[in-house]
């Protein structure tokens, strides 16, 4: 049976150390959460997925990890800081505050007053200021989005590289946004991580390219672990996309709390590297961009066919990390009648798991079995599959409770007869079969944990 209760999800992160609320010791922060020792894993194994996927298994995207402090100067010509906002209203008798679109027939949700201020716009980034003077005059931007830093960095990442269009940029790492409704659990918070490819292709290929990525992020997502039907592809509307983009796909998943956002796929045609360019009204760029006076260079590229210079358009699909968390422990996350008790199992992928594997010594005190398992941890660690542990608790059942809880693929029991051939228990998460292993069978077992390969031929490259 899949959760859809996010009470029971909240209450396994807490309890298996996954997800905490930040400050909690102070009364918690709303919209700021923390990963404890499991969520810590869990997210860093699904950020090493995605980089697998998108920079290393292909031969046309490079890494970036830039700056989260951005001069305003960025945000001034990418447009944020004039639309980067939420409408607001005010209640004026209860005095909270509300998005616009919470509102139904301008009532307070709060208190059912239709005593509202007007709506008002209200920026989201996070500023602070910038050396040793508070005096406002010196101050930066907390990243609203990790794209912005790719933009700026294209002229130093296609002369580092000798890339051509087409060639993208990946980056993956914290973005921050003064949400004004955080909530449903880590879905809205406003510190967050997100998982971004500025893919960079020639103006009349964008559209290709836009329907490969949509696809291709669609089946990555398959292969964490997402089912098809908590899936949908929604396309926006064309009076309802953003400043910068022609199109929008949006992946919607089926949180507890309903069907939103998991991952935007944008096509942002030449408005970003054509709105940081020096004297941009040299092209032809369609997208409305401000004339920039600041920028000190030109990101263009020349055809080679041509000669002519010209802005790439880009593809953006942009997901969020937290999103991600959320969604797969909601995939995961799973109870059953075993024996008259209700037993919590996380059938995460195996390359996802925070624990690849845990090795427990029949007994605590005998000092044989224990030398034995910690000996065999360290070898199955060295494997390089993710994290193995060593758990010495002396009772068996509950380290497996225990690992079922945090998705642990496989426990490893060492008794007296590994004593004597090396062979050990080793007992599956998903089915609770326990099989008898020797050393090779049981190194097989783990290799599996580690993601597959992404077969190349399901994805067609636009020429
Ligand atoms: P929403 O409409 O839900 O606010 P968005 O369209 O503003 O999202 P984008 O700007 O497209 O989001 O950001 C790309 C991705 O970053 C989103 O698909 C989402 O996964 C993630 N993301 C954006 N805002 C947040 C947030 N406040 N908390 C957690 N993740 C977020």
Not at 195 to 218: A, G, H, N
Not at 364 to 382: G, P, S, T
Not at 422 to 437: I, S
Request: charged share 30%.
């Amino acid at each position: 049976m899949a959760s859809n209760s996010m009470e029971d999800l909240v209450a396994l992160c807490k309890r298996r150390g996954f997800i905490f609320q930040s400050d909690e010791i102070y009364g918690g922060q709303k919209g700021l959460y923390s990963f404890g020792p499991m969520g810590v894993e869990l997210k860093n194994n699904l950020k090493q997925a995605w980089w697998k996927a998108m920079v290393w298994q292909r031969d046309d995207v490079e890494g970036l990890d830039a700056s989260l402090l951005t001069s305003p100067n960025v945000l001034k010509y990418s447009g944020h800081e004039d639309t980067f906002t939420d409408p607001l209203s005010d209640c004026k008798d209860c005095k909270s505050r509300w998005r616009e679109d919470q509102l139904t027939d301008g009532i307070c949700p709060n208190c059912g007053s239709k005593n509202l201020t007007e709506a008002r716009p209200f920026n989201l980034m996070f500023k602070t200021s910038i050396g040793p003077v508070d005096d406002g005059s010196s101050y930066a931007y907390l990243r609203p989005e990790t794209a912005q830093q790719i933009f700026t960095n294209f002229k130093n990442v296609l002369d580092s590289t000798n890339r051509a269009v087409p060639f993208g940029v990946a980056q993956m790492g914290k973005s921050f946004r003064n949400e004004i409704t955080p909530g449903k659990f880590i879905f809205r918070v406003r510190e967050f991580e997100q998982m971004e490819l500025e893919f960079f292709c020639k103006p009349d290929t964008d559209e290709e390219w836009f329907k490969y990525w949509v696809q291709s992020r669609i089946d990555w997502w398959l292969e964490q672990g997402i089912k098809k039907e908590n899936l949908e592809v929604f396309e926006a509307p064309q009076d309802d996309l953003s400043h910068y983009s022609k199109a929008t796909t949006d992946l919607l998943y089926k949180f507890p709390h309903g069907f939103e956002e998991l991952e935007g796929i944008a096509n942002r045609q030449d408005f970003d590297l054509g709105s940081h360019t020096k004297n941009q009204s040299e092209f032809n760029i369609k997208a409305k961009v401000m004339e920039n006076k600041d920028s000190t260079t030109k990101l263009a590229v020349q055809d080679l066919d041509t000669k002519e210079w010209y802005i790439p358009f880009c593809i953006e699909p942009s997901a969020g990390v937290e999103r991600g968390v959320f969604a797969l422990l909601n995939e995961a996350y799973n109870e059953e009648e075993v024996e008259g008790k209700t037993r919590v199992v996380l059938s995460l992928k195996p390359h996802l798991s925070p624990i690849k594997a845990a090795v427990i010594p029949l007994k605590r005190n005998n000092e044989d079995l224990v030398n034995h398992a910690k000996d065999l941890k360290n070898k199955l660690q060295m494997l390089g599959m993710g994290r193995v542990i060593l758990e010495n608790s002396g009772n068996i059942g509950k380290s497996y409770r225990r690992h079922d809880e945090v998705g642990t693929p496989i426990c490893i029991t060492v008794d007296f007869e590994t004593l004597e051939n090396q062979t050990v228990t080793v007992r599956d998460r998903d089915t609770m079969e326990q099989k008898r292993l020797g050393p090779e069978e049981l190194i097989n077992s783990l290799l599996y944990t580690s993601p597959s390969p992404r077969d190349k031929s399901q994805y067609p490259i636009p020429a």
